[in-house]
């Protein structure tokens, strides 16, 4: 889980040509120490499919289980990219885009 009271970024891949999905956890504990930690891995049992223009997705929890006192300040779907090395979800964990979606303590 998360480590309570920091900034942390995740991050999720999946390439469904190559059956690959890989996931990425960023942390800064402190002014001199960073955390970064990048994992592949196949699908459990099946397949990955690719994303349907119908589809939904949801984020930042669910009506069952409340997290309180998170805070939601960066989300981002990219289509047709597949970050593939830990250069390459860092490069996505310190992108400034602006503030375009904050939510905080919200779960709808």
């Known amino acids: 889980m998360a480590p309570v009271g920091q900034w942390v970024f995740f991050a999720l ?22 955390y970064a930690e990048f994992a592949t891995r196949s699908p ?6 690719d994303l349907n223009s119908g589809g939904s997705i949801f984020v ?3 009506l069952f289980n409340a997290l309180p006192n998170f805070s939601l300040q960066y989300f981002r779907v990219y289509l047709d990219y597949f970050a593939a090395s830990t ?10 885009t602006g503030n375009i979606f904050h939510m905080k303590n919200e779960i709808r």
């Open 13 to 34: 891949a999946t390439n469904t040509q190559t059956q690959k999905q890989n996931g990425f956890r960023y942390t800064l504990p402190s002014t001199s120490t960073q």
């Open 87 to 96: 250069e390459e979800m860092l490069s996505l964990a310190i992108m400034n």
């Open 60 to 62: 930042g929890g669910d």
């Open 44 to 49: 459990p049992a099946g397949l990955f499919y």
